[in-house]
C-alpha cells in the first residue's frame, strides 16, 4: 500500500505468481469433490512423489506452514516425546507456542549459522535419559534456515546419522525449500532430501502460490491416520483443490524452481552491492534473505525508498535489517538496492 | 471431473464467484504486510463491523470453520468447561474431534428439526451441577443449522435468554449465514443475530470465496488475545490479505446476500419440482439443501444424471439424498433436476 | 463425622484396612529409593503379574482412577482416535471432562444393564468410517459397571470379538473390580480379565488401600514408554513404595479378595431384607452397591439413622437411592439396615 | 533397601514422620465424606490460611509436586500464555513436560545460583511483545530453589514489582517451602510469602507427609472453578481426608517448622564438616540440599557408607555429589558423614 518503496519486507507480500493465478482461474468454475480427494490434488501429489523420487511417499495439502508443522509432528510423537531444533527454530521461537499447544516440549540444540550440529543433537539426547525428563523423538530442521543459510548434503547426512543412531525421525521444514535447493551453496536435489528425511514440505506461500506447502512423508511407518489428522487439527480446506491446481502449475514444469532461482538473482544482486560496497553481512547467506549491517542513519535513509525488516540492534550502536527477495521483485528494485547499499559501504569505510 | 452430470453435491465444488476471482486478480502484484494487518483486511473489518451494527466488535478473517470453530471455542472456555450443541451438531460430528483435541468436551442436547431446544439447554446446564463432571459454558448453534433448517427471530431471543440464565455464551456457527438470512422463512437480520451472539461467523466458503470465514467477536470480553490463538492455533495466514480482498469484493455491494438468495431460489425451483411431484421432504428446509425421499431405482437414476450425496436410509427401503445449491448453480440446472424430480414423484404414487 | 449413622455412602469414607495400616507402620522409617522402583514395589508387581498369570505384563501403581484412566488411554490412543463406552461410563460422566482434556473424544454407545453391548460396539465403529469422523480406538468398560452389575465370562468374551474385529483395544476400569470378581453372579478369574483384556486395573481406594490402582497393562505394544507417560501425567508419586507396600499386604495371602467378599456379603444382607420386604431394586445387582425403591417419606426416615446416597427421582412420586458396603461395614449395621428395609416394604404394600 | 548405608540420597526416602502415622492410625475407622469435603480437610484449610495471614485464601490438597504444578499453571493461564522460570527450573527440566503436556510454553530465563533475576524477566517479556511469540504470563520459582539456595525477602518482593510492571502472576513452588522459611539465611516468614505471591504450595511430601502439597490461592481471580481443575486433572483423591489428616498433624502445633529446622540442622552439620576439611562447595546452600566437592575415588569410598545421589561431572575430573537431610536423619548418621567429608576435605588438600 505504500507503492512508492520498492519491496523487501518479505517473500509472501504479492498473491500468487501470474502462471498460478491463471490456472486458478481456467479451472474456477469446474466442479470437483471437496477436501483434496480431487483430480487436481490426485495429480499435483503424483507429480510430487515423482519429482521426489519416492513413488510410496504420501503427499498432502497443508495451508500453511505452523499448521503443517503442528499437524505432523503431533502425529509422529507420543505425549511424552519432544522435538529438537535450533534455538532459532521456527516452531521454537515464531509460531506461539502452537506446538506446545499440541502437547510437546521443545528441546533446543546447538546449532552454528542457524544449522543443527550432530554433536548438538548427540548432547540433547544423552542429556534425557529416564522417565523424568521428556524423550527426544523428532528432529526439526528448515532448509535453507530461518535465517538464510542452507544445510549442505553430507551435513544433512550427518544429521541422518545422528538421528538413525539416537531413534530420531527427520523432519524439515520447507517454507523455503525452493531458495535452498537452487542455491548457489547447495549441492543437494530434491530427491536427495527426500532419501534422507522422514518427512518434510515443499513451501508454497513463499514461492509463488497464494499459500499451500505441500508435506510429503516418506517413513511408512508414519503416513497412516494422516488425513484423520489433518481435520482434527483443523487444516483440511473444503476447496481443497485449490492446493491441487496451484501445485500443478507450480511443479508441471518445474517453475517452482525456476521462480527460486530469479528471486536468488535478486538476493545475489544485493549482496554483491553490498560486497563492493564492503557492507558486512550479519550473516552470510546463500539463498533469498541479506542481511547488512548499517549505521542507523544509513537505516533510516533506506526506509525512505525501500521496505524492509529491521532485524537487530548490535552493541556497537548499528543495526542489522533484513531484505528479502522473491519471484516477484524486479531486476529494477534489486538493482536500484544495490546501488544504494553499495554507496553507504562506500560512506562506512 | 464428470463433466456431463450437474453438480448438486455441495455448495464448495468450484472456485470463487467471477467477482471474487477478478477482485484477487486485481489486487495480485500489489505489495502488502502480512497476517492479515494489510489495508484490504482493515477495511473488510470495517464493513463487516458496519454490517453488522457492532462498531465496537472484532473482526478476524478464519481459514475454515472447523479451525474457527475450535479457535474461538478454545479461547472463550477455560480447561474443565463444555459447549453445549445439537447432536448433529458440526463440532460434535463432523470435526475429528477437534474440539476435544483442543481439551474440551461437548454436551449434546435435545434438538428438533436440527434446532437447539431452550429446555435442552437447561436439562444439560441442570445435569451439570458439582465438580465432578464438567461446567457448561458456552452455547454453540448454527445458522442455518446442519440439516438446513433456519432459527427464527423469536427462537434465537429464547435461546439467548437461556443462555443469560445459565451463564453460557451463545456461539453462531455461520458457515451457512448467508442462506439462512435471505431464506423465505428467516425474520432476522445480520444486525439481529449480531446483537444477540457473542461470537458468530459469516462463511465465505459456501458463499462465493475461495475460502475464509469472518469471525465477528462482538462480547468485548472474550476480544483480548485472539491473535495469539489465531497463530497458536494454526490459523493465520502469511497472506492473510485474501481474505481481506475476498470479503470486500462480497460486502461493499452486499453481493454476499444476492449470491446466497441465488442458491435459495435454485433450491426453491427443486422444492416446487418435489411438491407438484408429490415427493416427499426428509427434513423440510428453507435454505440451499433439499433432501427428497427417493426409491433406491430413483436414486440410481437421477445419479446418471446429476451429482449428488446419499443422505440416509429409510426403514422401509427408500432414501433420502441431499440437493445443494449455490451461486454457481444454473436455473436449467435446476429446473432439469426439478422436472425429473417431480416425474419421480408422479410415479411414487 | 456423624458418629451416629451407620455409613452406607459409599466404599472410601475410610482410611485402609488395618492390616493395610500395620503394613505401612512397619516399613515406615525403612529407606528406599522413590518412584516406585523399590524392592516393596517390584515384589507387589512380581505377585501381581502372578495371581493374573501374565508373567510378562507391566504392572503400574496409579494414585487414583481417573488418573489411571487418563493416563492409560491418552497413552494408548493417537490424537484423532476415540473411546467408545456405555452413556454412564465414569470416563464420560464423572471425570469432569478429564479425558477430553488429554484430547479424546468419547462415543457413547449402547450399553443394557450397565454393561455395553457388542452390537452397540458395531454400531459405533460403522458410523464412523471416514476421516471427518473420529476413529474409534478403544473401547473402555467398567467391571463391575458403574451400577454394580457384573460382566459375564461369555459376555467379556464377546466383547473381546468384537474389539478384534473393529481393531479396538479393550480397556477394563476395575475401581471395583475385586467385588465384581467374587460377587455370586461372577464366573470369570482375575487370569480369566487378564487373558482377554489389553489392560486392565485392579482398584484399591474402593477396597482396603488409602489409595492406588495397579495398572495391568497386558499388550506389550502398549508396554514402552508408559513410566514417562505417568510422569508427564502428575500420577507418579516420590514415595511411590506407600502403593507397593498396600498392594503386597493386599495380595500376599490374598485378602484383597476377602475384603471384597465381605462387602458382598453385606450387600446380600441388605438384599435379602429387600427382598422379604418386597422392596424393589432400581437395578438389580451383584455387587457392593444397592439401589432400593422408597417414598419419600422412607428416604427421609431411613436418612435419620443410616448414611446413603439419595440416587434417582421416579416419575411416580418415589425414590432410588444407593446403599454401599465395603470391608469396613460391619454385619451389625448391615443388619440394622436390612430390618429398616424390610420394615419399610411391608408398609408399602 | 540397603540398611547398613545412611541415607542421604533425598529427602522422600522414608514413610511419614511418626507422628502423621499417628494421626492416620487415630482416625483411620471414622466414616468421611470423600474428595477433600470432610471436616478433617476443611479444618486443614482454615489453620494454613491462618498461618498464612489469608483469611481469603483458597486451600487445595493436591496429591504432588508436578500434579499441583501443571494444574494449577493451567489453570490461570490462557492457550497461548507462556510460564517464565529458571533455566532448572524443576516444571522446565524434571516433569517429563508435563507443563507443555497442558499445552503451555515455558521460556526459561536468567538466574543466579539458581534464582531468577528481575532483569532475566524484563527480559523475556521484552522478547515477547507480538502475537508471533506466546505471551509471558507467569513467573514460576521455586523456594527454596531446586539447587537449595533461598530468595530473600526483598529478592522476592523486587520479583512482586516486576511481574506487577509485567502483568504476570507470582507462583512459588514450595516443595521445600519448610526447609527455606526456617533457614538461616532466609528473612521472609510463611505471611510475608502469602502476601507477595498470587499462589503457592506448602510441600508436605519432602517435610514429613506420605503426600501431599497444600496449593494455597491468594489471589481471588485464581480460585473460581479449582476443584473442577483439580478433578479434570486426574488428581482429586477419593479419600481426600488424608491429606487433611496429615497436614493437620503438621500444622497444628507447626511441627511442620520443626521437622525442616532438623533437616537444616542435619545439613549444618554436613557443611560444617566441609567447611572445617576444606571441602568446596559446588553450590553454596543454606538448605537441607548439600553439594560436595569430591575426587571420584573419595566419591566412591563415601558411597560405601552412605546412600547419595552423584551431581554433576567437572571439567578438573572431580564431580559433586548430592546430599539430602530430612526430618529423618539423625545426628549420629550427619555427624559420621561430617567427619568423613571432612577428612576427605583434608586428604585434598
Not at 284 to 309: D, G, M, S, W, Y
Request: glycine share 10%; hydrophobic share 40%.
Amino acid at each position: 500500500m505504500e507503492p512508492t518503496k520498492a519491496f523487501f519486507m518479505n517473500d509472501y507480500g504479492e498473491g500468487a505468481h501470474p502462471l498460478v493465478m491463471q490456472r486458478l482461474m481456467q479451472t474456477n468454475m469446474e466442479h470437483t469433490c471437496g477436501y483434496g480427494l480431487d483430480a487436481y490434488s490426485l495429480r499435483a501429489q503424483e507429480l510430487i512423489r515423482e519429482r521426489c523420487g519416492q513413488k510410496q511417499a504420501h503427499v498432502h495439502m497443508m495451508t500453511g506452514g505452523t499448521s503443517a508443522n503442528i499437524i505432523a509432528l503431533s502425529a509422529f510423537m507420543r505425549p511424552f516425546e519432544a522435538a529438537i531444533c535450533a534455538p532459532g527454530g521456527h516452531i521454537n521461537t515464531h509460531e506461539t507456542g502452537a506446538l506446545e499447544g499440541m502437547g510437546h516440549k521443545i528441546l533446543p540444540c546447538e546449532a552454528r549459522e542457524g544449522k543443527v550440529t550432530p554433536e548438538g543433537v548427540r548432547a540433547v539426547c544423552a542429556a534425557h535419559a529416564d522417565e523424568h525428563v521428556v524423550k527426544p523423538r523428532l528432529l526439526y530442521i528448515s532448509q535453507a534456515t530461518e535465517v538464510g543459510t542452507v544445510y549442505s548434503l553430507s551435513e544433512l547426512k550427518a544429521l541422518r546419522e545422528v538421528c538413525d543412531a539416537c531413534g530420531l525421525l527427520l523432519f524439515v521444514d520447507g517454507a523455503r525449500l525452493g531458495s535452498a535447493l537452487v542455491s548457489r551453496g547447495c549441492d543437494m536435489t530434491l530427491r536427495d532430501l527426500a532419501a534422507l528425511a522422514d518427512c518434510f514440505y515443499i513451501g508454497g506461500t513463499k514461492n509463488g502460490l497464494l499459500f499451500g506447502e505441500a508435506l510429503v512423508i516418506v517413513n511408512p511407518a508414519l503416513q497412516p491416520g494422516f488425513r484423520h489428522m489433518i481435520k482434527h487439527g483443523g487444516g483440511m480446506m473444503a476447496k481443497g483443490r485449490l492446493c491441487g491446481v496451484m501445485f500443478l502449475a507450480a511443479f508441471e514444469h518445474d517453475d517452482y524452481f525456476a521462480w527460486a532461482r530469479h528471486a536468488n538473482e535478486m538476493a545475489d544482486i544485493l549482496r554483491e552491492g553490498m560486497e563492493s560496497g564492503g557492507i558486512a553481512f550479519y550473516q552470510k547467506t546463500q539463498t533469498n534473505q541479506v542481511f547488512p549491517i548499517l549505521t542507523r542513519a544509513q537505516e533510516e535513509a533506506l526506509a525512505r525508498a525501500f521496505a524492509f525488516e529491521h532485524w537487530a540492534d548490535l552493541p556497537d550502536g548499528r543495526c542489522a535489517i533484513r531484505l528479502v527477495t522473491s519471484w516477484a521483485t524486479t531486476p529494477e528494485d534489486a538493482r536500484r538496492l544495490a546501488d544504494a547499499l553499495k554507496e553507504m559501504g562506500n560512506e562506512q569505510t
